[in-house]
């Protein structure tokens, strides 16, 4: 139980289009999802928590309108990198999380690259 | 603030030997602690978890306690395998529904 996948798990895009990412809770309710950073050999950074049915809250420093965050239903959320720049080359991870619940449960990630 | 420290890596390890990755919070409040391991090219799995003092969480011959007096979280496994390489972070969790927190990752490496 408590699975959670991305899609696409890798995607390469040209500068200035937008890609969308995908995050399933396959066989739990994810009141929470929450998407994280990753960069080569470091941590995780936390970019933004979304609630089904309300709008994500963002970290300091992330910009809301470069990472659009939708949460529409209790198993779907996407991140939407809008007019991607190759410093947006990431691995991005999302985890979710039942209410009441404290232990999240990741993603298999999403690596983007941005020529 | 509420953060997690952990050892710098890379560990570099043979196989069979003991393997001891040291984690220490700071907090507030009285946080879960948690073991995330990460395998290369992959997202997060829980290792193991505890939610007091005094608590120990294990999985696959990984075992950590909760100690508050020492504000620590250690990660042991007393025989690594060369499949244990990866990436392990710690991670606190103040409360429920609170975001978790995360240490800057140990990599351990694993020789035959």
């Known amino acids: 139980g408590a699975v959670v996948s991305q899609h696409p798990s890798w995607v390469i895009c040209k500068s200035g289009t937008s890609v969308k990412i995908e995050c399933r809770s396959l066989?739990?309710?994810?009141?929470?999802m929450f998407w994280y950073r990753q960069f080569p050999k470091q941590s995780l950074m936390l970019m933004a928590t979304?609630?089904?049915?309300?709008?994500?809250?963002?970290e300091q420093g992330v910009e809301k309108d470069k990472f659009l965050i939708n949460h529409a239903s209790l198993t779907l959320s996407t991140l939407t990198v809008t007019s991607a720049h190759p410093e947006d080359s990431s691995f991005y991870i999302c985890?979710?999380?039942?209410?009441?619940?404290?232990?999240?449960?990741f993603g298999p990630g999403t690596r983007l690259l941005v020529l | 603030g509420d953060s997690v420290t952990q050892m710098e890596g890379p560990v570099t390890l043979s196989e069979e030997a003991f393997l001891t990755i040291n984690c220490t919070y700071t907090?507030?409040?009285?946080?879960?602690l948690f073991w995330y391991v990460q395998y290369p090219g992959e997202g997060l799995q829980l290792l193991l978890k505890?939610?007091?003092?005094?608590d120990k969480g294990s999985n696959k011959g990984f075992e950590a306690t909760y100690r508050k007096e020492t504000t620590s979280f250690h990660l042991e496994k007393g025989s690594v395998q060369v499949s244990d390489s990866a990436v392990y972070f710690c991670?606190?969790?103040?409360?429920?529904?609170?975001?978790?927190?995360f240490g800057g990752g140990t990599r351990v490496l694993v020789k035959p």
């Open positions: 066989d739990f309710q994810a009141t929470t």
């Open positions: 985890s979710a999380r039942d209410l009441g619940q404290e232990t999240q449960y």
């Open positions: 907090a507030t409040g009285y946080p879960s």
């Open positions: 991670a606190q969790n103040k409360a429920a529904g609170n975001k978790l927190t």
């Open positions: 979304s609630n089904e049915g309300s709008k994500a809250t963002y």
């Open positions: 505890a939610t007091k003092a005094d």
